[in-house]
């Protein structure tokens, strides 16, 4: 091999790699709509306990940015709608949303303050696909000296539920279509 081919067999590998390291770099992609599903394989059905029957709605601040924050929307069957999230977290592949319900008083009664704090990683078996394997929902109460009501973590939720419900990670949320 000459002089001039091994050069130009190193620029090439040189090349190759900075590109292949550049790709390994890329956070995850959150952005989407999603819908709890059942199990590891993520199918479709009822059997969700209420809380986590939830539609979810991600949105990048601005999709060209290397490390882009994220705000969402959340919809549970058990709650309603909550209001726009603060920008989410991304810690490594994990992002955080902490979404905060105000407390609602009227003629029909009382609805406690709300707040709850998922975390979210890429699904690998799924592409397209996230687990929820963190979640929290805190009900608090101003009329009451403590405010903490009630505090509901995906454990429980899970020890409540069927057998099946829980993939080995969380919760997985699917694509809406």
Known sequence: MTVSARQQLYLTTLLILSVLLSACGNPPRFEGQYIGTLGDQCMPGSGLPAAL????????D????????????????????????APGELDGDQLV??????EVRGWTGYQPQLLVVMT????????GHLWMSAFSLTALD????????????????AERA?????????????PAS
């Open 162 to 174: 069927p057998a099946n419900i829980l993939g080995k990670h969380g919760l997985c949320l699917a």
């Open 142 to 157: 101003a009329r009451t000296e403590s405010a903490n009501i009630e505090t509901l973590t995906l454990e429980d939720l």
């Open 53 to 60: 029957d939830m539609h979810l709605d991600i949105r990048v």
């Open 120 to 127: 979210l990683e890429p699904h690998a078996g799924k592409e």
């Open 97 to 102: 949303f902490e979404f905060d319900k105000d």
């Open 62 to 85: 601005d999709p060209e940015k290397r490390n882009p924050s994220y705000i969402a929307r959340l919809r549970s069957n058990a709650f309603g709608e909550f209001p726009v999230s």
